[in-house]
């Protein structure tokens, strides 16, 4: 059974399926003992996406004021706000209460408006940085140390300038990278050592500018390669060739690396491209998954994660998911959550950690059966921050459920113009990139990017063999944008350990670039283009078809996952 519907924000039609039906009917809460069915989506996939994503400020951060202790801290927020902003040790501490904002429902005034005016009084934290040592620069991480400007990544140390990476090491300027050391400019690897400006790059070292290459070491400019190494351009070399012809490449210069990348990205078009990035699935579809089963278009999925869809960023043994964007960690059960981690049965919640039973909350934390709550910490039965009995909870939400029903709420995720951040502040101008006029007739906030006028006369030298200890003390000018950037102390470390020049771009620049070096999060039906004569289609054209995010006007030749492995070396 299919129901196609018609979008209410954008005008699209699409989809709902048997799974969403099934999955919704699953989800919907009981209340009182009455089962409150969840109604299809109104939004599409795109416009469900953006609606959540508007609510994540990865990036965007300001010096300010803790408005506890009143010292200097970094936040997603600026200095004036209409909440209170307290620093990572105040918001944990014991010296405030969010339950002291807790108040009754009003059933004379629709819900959203209530608890966006709960959201405007409870004090914020910062930054969500847990457990960070010497790495006060980072946003949405745990366990980092020394780390500056990592942004959404784990476990790190020494590492620089990265979204997504985790369990690594000095790394700078990476992208969605697990277990790596001494890389730079990678996007997409994984167990990688002293690799550098490469895509899809696994169990590598000692190489630069690979493609979906795995088990290689001391390659250079390959692509599709298998447990090889001294190759260059998947040509084969003895070790002692390879050597002297990687001195002539002259990788520490930054004239030299902007040609190279443009001679490596020529290279790859002559190869043919698999049709989507996937390691031991079953069952998927989407893009950028490994270790799942059953995510139907899902994009970033990892660590057994298991009957999902419509979801960006899953993983850890996150279950049962639909329409989710950044979740996992033995979690179960999320409908139209974002950020939302280790618990089960949360419905449209920015975050719920290590929770069960909450509904329409804003981080939330080790608490249970929460209806409608701001920054509450190791509660239970509460409506909009206030503690209720069992009894008590179980019919307010059931006369509160029935009341959005009735306004056309119930079923729906927070308005879009409920976010603190301006658009382009947000992980949703990353994917669903809006221009200002399109922002404001929307409703919606934008910030105005600061106009520099500062020249500078500094030229960077070309190698960093060239670069001397006082660099740290300019002030360089993004080639790009104008924006102003230094480099750190550490960084210079690294770019020298690893011989890389210095970036002639601010490191947002460089975020910015990494990410539209991606495929988009968007599937097309396209044939295999495979016309070789191989074993899976002797003499002729294969015809299967598949979903890619590899758009029909790309200049790539898309193979099917047989027809790729007929030709990979």
Same mark, same amino acid.
């Given at each position: ?115 966006? %005016? /709960?959201? &405007? ?5 910062? *930054?969500?940085? =847990?457990?960070? @040592? ?115 490449? %002259? /990788?520490? &210069? ?5 040609? *190279?990348?443009? =001679?490596?990205? @020529? ?116 409506? /909009?921050? &206030? ?183």
């Amino acid at each position: 059974m299919s129901d196609n519907k018609i979008c209410k924000s954008c005008g699209v039609g699409f989809p709902v399926d048997q799974w969403d039906i099934n999955f919704l009917d699953k989800i919907s809460p009981v209340f009182s003992g009455k089962k409150f069915n969840l109604p299809y989506p109104t939004l599409c996939v795109d416009c469900r996406h953006t609606r959540r994503l508007i609510f994540r400020n990865e990036r965007t951060i300001y010096k300010r004021k803790c408005d506890l202790f009143l010292i200097s801290i970094v936040a997603i927020y600026p200095e004036k706000t209409d909440f209170p902003v307290y620093c990572h040790e105040c918001w944990y501490g014991d010296k405030w209460n969010a339950f002291d904002y807790g108040r009754d429902y009003d059933f004379t005034r629709g819900f959203f408006d209530q608890f966006q %005016e /709960l959201r &405007k009084l409870v004090p914020r934290i910062g *930054l969500l940085n =847990e457990r960070a @040592e010497n790495s006060e620069f980072c946003n949405i991480t745990t366990g980092n140390k020394n780390c500056y400007l990592v942004w959404g990544g784990d476990f790190n140390e020494d590492s620089f300038n990265s979204i997504f990476c985790f369990k690594s090491k000095n790394v700078s300027d990476t992208y969605w990278v697990n277990s790596c050391e001494l890389s730079y400019e990678c996007v997409d690897c994984e167990k990688c050592y002293n690799v550098k400006y490469s895509r899809y790059a696994y169990t590598s070292r000692d190489s630069a500018f690979l493609f979906d290459c795995h088990g290689c070491s001391n390659c250079f400019s390959c692509f599709g390669l298998r447990n090889k190494s001294y190759c260059i351009y998947n040509e084969q070399f003895s070790r002692e060739e390879y050597e002297q012809k990687i001195k002539s490449f %002259e /990788l520490d &210069k930054w004239s030299s690396v902007q040609k *190279l990348s443009k =001679e490596f990205s @020529e290279f790859c078009l002559k190869f043919p491209h698999e049709y989507v990035h996937m390691v031991n699935v079953e069952n998927c579809t989407g893009d950028s998954i490994s270790s799942a089963k059953n995510c139907i278009n899902c994009f970033d999925i990892f660590g057994g994660a298991e009957d999902i869809k419509d979801a960006m960023v899953a993983g850890d043994n996150a279950k049962d998911m639909f329409s989710m964007d950044h979740g996992g960690h033995d979690a179960e059960l999320f409908y139209e959550c974002l950020a939302s981690f280790g618990g089960r049965n949360y419905l449209f919640c920015m975050p719920a950690w290590r929770s069960s039973d909450c509904f329409y909350c804003d981080f939330v934390i080790s608490s249970n059966n929460l209806f409608g709550c701001a920054q509450l910490q190791n509660a239970k039965y509460c409506v /909009l921050n &206030k503690e209720y009995s069992k009894n008590e909870w179980e019919i307010l939400c059931a006369k509160i459920v029935e009341d959005m029903i009735a306004r056309g709420e119930w079923g729906e995720f927070f308005p879009m113009e409920h976010s603190f951040f301006a658009y382009n502040e947000t992980v949703a101008n990353d994917f669903y990139t809006l221009e200002k006029g399109q922002v404001l007739a929307k409703g919606l906030k934008w910030m105005d990017e600061k106009v520099y006028d500062k020249k500078s006369d500094f030229v960077i030298p070309d190698s960093i063999n060239d670069v001397s200890d006082d660099i740290i003390d300019k002030v360089l000018v993004c080639e790009s944008t104008g924006r102003l950037y230094k480099i750190t102390p550490a960084e210079l470390k690294l770019y020298r350990k690893i011989g890389v020049s210095l970036p002639r771009y601010a490191p947002e620049t460089r975020n910015v670039m990494r990410l539209k070096s991606r495929n988009p999060k968007k599937l097309w039906d396209r044939e295999c283009m495979c016309d070789l004569d191989h074993a899976s289609h002797k003499g002729g054209k294969c015809d299967v078809r598949f979903l890619t995010s590899y758009s029909p006007e790309r200049k790539e030749m898309i193979f099917c996952e047989k027809c790729y492995l007929g030709v990979t070396y």
